[in-house]
């Protein structure tokens, strides 16, 4: 999201010659499928890290610039809001020490952004939802990034939907939000994690994303308290899916499918993905002078379709197509090492789940895609159906099923000590507490919004997992 474009408007001329541009690049990608240009050796990994920053008494600072300027790094970027940055990770290539390649990296930019905040009144912090964002923070005259991208994205998307943005969350209470703005997107901080992998592997990886993100949203919750009201243990699934919503009445009347979804169903071919990206109209027509083999057009409109699971044609360094998966599912926080321990499961049961590609399609899809947000409305106690036909709750899934799987991937990628990392997983399922259960407490016992974030803060900066933290 954090991307600049060039231009501070778009005219009809501009969506009409972007449409020409994305329909060239359609066919060259179809070209590539037809002769199989891609990259069928290499496996690398990459992320992106959201990030909150809070005052002194646990509010929203706005501040990203002033961190930004200082911080002078082009690996940092803005969010949406003033009060949100982005950490874009360095990528490495999966050795058996990718993961402690990818913390030592993700310790240096953290810690750039820690220096880049010292001795002013803001500090960062990892949640999912900030609990003490309030309904004027979303403001978006006051709070939203000074970018182009972003007002242009404001107005593109009421003008496309023509009514309010509404909000809507139950869970143990109710949530309900119009606003006329896109700014509701702002309330939401997430991990992405970047997985480029053999074309041969492509559709059994998809697959195996797609079951992996159920379980990864359940052990990774931090998100249940927004706008101080108790809604899902990981309300991101629900507050995205409806921020950034562009149907009008009418085509949600034709059941069009929204441009967040996890998915809309199994597949033979990546080709397919591509090319239901004809379905969406163009958000962003960022018109420019490039050729057709560097696939402008076809990634900038992919990037606005926000699939949990999102396919990426992507061209390297080495001028090797390659595919990879954005996988969208994870939360911000609450430490760096729950971060760490976050992505290693995901990876890791996206591979060991594709040991046994067979079982990845047999349940009909529509079960899964419910049971996916069943997971980030429930959590840990979400009764659910798994891939090889067991059924229960995630809790006691995971503790008898899923965690052998995510070793069993791990050691198929040869990672060193992997138990360094899935053990944190492990501890926190069987506590119970995730950094949604933890909120919920602190929230049960003292309703203060603020003193929530700032005994958070406490911990967090200590880096120690979040099972281990004291209750409130």
């Not at 959201?50 to 990203?64: F, M, Q, R, Y």
């Not at 949100?84 to 058996?96: D, P, Q, R, S, Y």
């Not at 990426?312 to 998966?325: C, D, T």
């Amino acid at each position: 999201m954090g991307g600049e474009i060039g231009k501070d408007h778009f005219e009809e001329k501009d969506f009409k010659l972007f449409q020409q541009k994305l329909e060239q690049e359609m066919d060259f990608m179809r070209q590539l499928f037809a002769e199989n240009r891609f990259d069928n050796e290499t496996r690398k990994l990459g992320y992106e890290l959201e990030i909150c920053l809070v005052d002194k008494t646990g509010a929203p600072s706005s501040c990203n610039n002033k961190v930004l300027e200082k911080a002078h790094n082009d690996l940092f970027t803005f969010e949406l809001a003033t009060f949100n940055l982005e950490i874009n990770g360095n990528a490495f290539v999966l050795t058996e020490s990718v993961f402690s390649d990818i913390q030592q990296d993700l310790n240096n930019l953290f810690q750039m952004i820690e220096q880049a905040t010292s001795g002013s009144e803001c500090e960062p912090g990892l949640f999912g939802v900030l609990p003490s964002l309030k309904l004027e923070h979303l403001d978006h005259n006051t709070y939203m990034s000074d970018m182009y991208r972003y007002r242009l994205l404001d107005e593109r998307l009421m003008e496309m939907r023509q009514r309010p943005i509404h909000l809507e969350i139950k869970g143990e209470d109710t949530l309900k939000i119009e606003k006329l703005d896109v700014m509701l997107e702002a309330l939401s901080t997430s991990l992405q994690v970047h997985y480029q992998f053999p074309a041969d592997e492509a559709v059994d990886s998809y697959h195996a994303a797609l079951w992996s993100s159920m379980a990864a949203v359940a052990v990774s919750a931090n998100s249940p308290l927004v706008l101080q009201k108790k809604c899902w243990q990981e309300s991101r699934i629900a507050i995205f899916k409806q921020a950034v919503d562009t149907r009008s009445d009418q085509e949600v009347r034709d059941s069009i499918i929204p441009r967040v979804h996890f998915s809309k169903g199994y597949i033979n071919s990546w080709q397919e993905l591509f090319e239901d990206n004809d379905y969406y109209s163009p958000i962003l027509p960022e018109v420019i002078d490039s050729e057709v083999e560097e696939l402008h057009h076809f990634n900038l409109h992919n990037g606005t379709i926000w699939r949990w699971v999102r396919p990426i044609l992507g061209l390297g360094v080495n001028g090797q197509y390659h595919l990879r998966l954005e996988l969208r599912v994870i939360p911000s926080g609450p430490t760096l090492i729950d971060t760490m321990a976050n992505i290693v499961f995901h990876v890791g049961l996206t591979e060991g789940l594709k040991l046994k590609p067979d079982e990845l399609t047999q349940m009909p899809f529509e079960g899964l895609e419910q049971d996916f947000y069943q997971v980030a409305r429930d959590g840990l106690s979400a009764n659910v159906n798994w891939c090889n036909g067991k059924m229960g709750n995630m809790h006691d899934l995971l503790l008898k099923h899923i965690f052998p799987v995510a070793y069993a991937g791990l050691q198929q990628l040869n990672i060193e000590s992997p138990e360094k990392w899935l053990s944190i997983i492990e501890e926190r399922v069987k506590s119970g507490q995730t950094g949604a259960q933890w909120i919920s407490l602190h929230w049960d016992k003292y309703q203060d919004e603020k003193a929530l974030v700032k005994d958070y803060l406490v911990h967090a900066r200590q880096n120690i997992p979040v099972h281990q933290w004291p209750k409130p």
